[in-house]
């Protein structure tokens, strides 16, 4: 039974990652910092699986720290998600998300080579992209990115190319998510941000349950069909699966790095999505339009095709699917990771 490392296993993508790899038949040993999330989630995991995960407290940022972590477990691959990633903060604190997103994959890299631990699948992002020149975006649109969070991403995916001609025998899986929403239908894990959300769907679960009064729509003078922005959503289920299909692909890889789009290839609109919402959940959720929000672009969906040919990857649900399993796990968890 190989050992998969997944860094960040606590947090939302993380603790549906470990989810897939139990029920895929990995040993998975998680570490965390609990800096965006909760020993809880662990228990939940458990709860899902019947399996508990191994786990140990590690802050990447402290050089060290992962040597015992190597140490304790016979490490097969990685799959590295800790980061900070909040957009808005990191344009207020970028070095902190400098600091703490290359420090932590600094480390982590210097210890695969010294553990030799040789395939590591790597979660990046669609931000990288910014302003598409073309849509659907293909893994060879240009990069440019526009904010620190975004930045921290390019430049991590750069000092992956780096390692990796410098240290042949790594083998590399980036991983570009688009707009991961949703939660396991078991209703036990999912989105938990602390404060206010920033993103559309923890907000609107919030809204539904009434901790929020009303949705702000960031502007609908966009040239899109109803003039609110184009997002591809992709369920995180979905999402996570693509982990694991990146860890069984990675040692027939011919390049030793491949980057992929995680997308369904579809679009939605922010009122098709809202809509779609109240629909499956029979709630009401009251909107009203504001301005738009700084450094949002008006339309972003994926090319899938390389996952799907490369990987053997296809999201498979879709967004009533996305907006019932968000609708279930907040209603069942309106304050979040509560202990059971
Ligand atoms: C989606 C749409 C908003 C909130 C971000 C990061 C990206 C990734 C996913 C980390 C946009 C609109 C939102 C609200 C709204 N994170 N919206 N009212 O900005 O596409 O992507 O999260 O990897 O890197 O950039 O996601 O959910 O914030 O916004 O109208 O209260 O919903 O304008 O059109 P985004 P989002």
Not at 333 to 340: H, I, L, R, S, T
């Amino acid at each position: 039974m190989e050992t998969i490392l997944v860094t960040g296993g606590a947090g939302f993508i993380g603790s549906h990652v470990c989810v897939e790899l139990v029920e895929a038949g990995f040993r998975v040993v998680v570490i965390d910092n609990f800096v965006n999330s909760t020993p809880e989630a662990l228990d939940r995991i458990a709860s899902i699986t019947g399996e508990r995960v191994h786990f140990m407290e590690v802050d990447m940022t402290d050089s060290g720290s992962l040597d015992e972590v190597f140490l304790t477990y016979s490490i097969d691959a990685v799959i590295h998600l800790a980061g900070l990633k909040a957009v808005g903060d990191s344009v207020i604190n970028p070095l902190r998300y400098y600091l703490n997103n290359l420090s932590s994959l600094l480390h982590l890299c210097e210890c695969m080579q010294k553990y030799h631990v040789h395939r590591l699948v790597f979660s990046s992002s669609a931000t990288v992209y910014g302003p598409p020149q073309h849509v659907p975006i293909k893994e060879t649109h240009p990069v440019q990115t526009e904010n620190p969070y975004g930045r921290t991403k390019h430049m991590s995916e750069q000092i992956l190319r780096d390692f990796q001609r410098s240290y042949f025998p790594m083998k590399i899986v980036i991983l570009r998510y688009f707009n991961p929403i949703g939660a396991h239908p078991s209703g036990l894990i999912g989105e938990n941000p602390t404060g206010v959300p920033n993103n559309i769907m923890p907000y609107m679960t919030e809204v539904a349950i009434g901790k929020l009064p009303v949705l702000q729509v960031f502007g609908n003078d966009y040239p899109t069909r109803d003039g609110t922005c184009i997002r591809d959503y992709v369920h995180i289920t979905d999402l996570a699966k693509g982990h694991v299909k990146g860890i069984e692909a990675i040692d027939s890889m011919e390049p030793s790095v491949a980057v992929y789009n995680l997308g369904t290839g579809e679009g939605t609109t922010v009122k098709e999505l809202l809509h779609t919402f109240e629909h499956v959940t029979e709630t009401k959720i009251p909107f009203t339009i504001t301005d738009r929000r700084p450094g949002d672009v008006a339309v972003s969906y994926a090319d899938v095709r390389a996952a799907e040919r490369e990987l053997g990857w296809k999201a498979t649900k879709g967004i009533e699917d996305m907006c019932r399993d968000a609708w279930r796990w907040q209603h069942r968890n309106p304050a979040g990771y509560v202990k059971n």
